[in-house]
């Protein structure tokens, strides 16, 4: 069985899902919308060599060498992630079903090089509505600043379009592992998504941002 202990960006899943309560709990009530409900997620799926999601209108290209990860994979990654993070930060999970773990995908070489993505209904946390993607991105960082076990150096977050999407970035860098990070934030209706590239090297980031695309 792989190991994942390499790639210290495991914790990102659970960051995420106490990112929500710290921005939405003082957030108040509005009147109930007359709009046309939003339509129902539907998570993406994954090829031998492509994520799709048409919910989402974005697609993922994996690199040479790189393989999705199984959903007994996936459970595990996330599930140390947060086990680390809850401990750490004394805080809870979100709401049981508020999270969709949209892939996970490494590089069979050996390398910590890695890409996650989730998405997070907000309509499942009080408040999460009105978060906007600036307020989420500002707090993850702050929740990164937080975690004892790894020393994470923040660097400025920025806007980009990236595959016909205008993401938040928020990179990071864990130097006493050499890894570099960048966490691409986006919102769409109710739900914030989030894309994690790790790897060894910002011309390897920009590889995987490449592999983004819009369908």
């Known amino acids: 069985m792989r190991m994942f202990t390499k790639a210290a960006p495991a914790v990102i ?9 710290a921005c939405g709990g003082s957030a108040s009530h509005t009147a109930a919308s007359t709009a046309t409900p939003a339509p129902a997620y539907a998570a993406g799926v994954t090829s031998d060599t492509e994520y799709r999601s048409d919910f989402l209108d974005l697609s993922f290209t994996l690199p040479e060498g790189w393989t999705f990860g199984t959903d007994d994979e996936m459970t595990e990654f996330f599930g140390v992630g947060s086990d680390m993070v809850e401990s ?3 805080i809870g999970g979100g ?3 508020s999270t969709h773990y949209e892939f996970f995908a490494y590089d069979t070489s050996g390398t ?3 890409a996650i993505m989730t998405a997070e209904d907000l309509s499942a946390h009080e408040g999460g509505k009105l978060v906007t993607v600036r307020e989420f991105v500002d707090t993850l960082a702050g929740q990164y600043s937080e975690i004892g076990s790894r ?16 993401f938040i970035i928020l990179p990071l860098s864990v ?3 050499e890894l570099l990070q960048r966490n691409y934030v986006f919102r769409t209706g109710n739900y914030m998504v989030t894309i994690t590239f790790t790897a060894q090297s910002d011309s390897e980031l920009d590889e995987l941002e490449g592999d983004l695309a819009n369908i």
């Open 88 to 90: 750490e930060l004394n």
């Open 13 to 21: 899943g659970a960051v995420m899902l106490s990112v929500l309560s």
């Open 151 to 166: 020393d994470y150096e923040i660097g400025d977050s920025y806007q980009k379009t990236v595959a016909g999407r205008e």
């Open 112 to 114: 910590p090089s890695c």
């Open 175 to 177: 130097p006493d592992s």
């Open 95 to 97: 709401p049981e079903g």
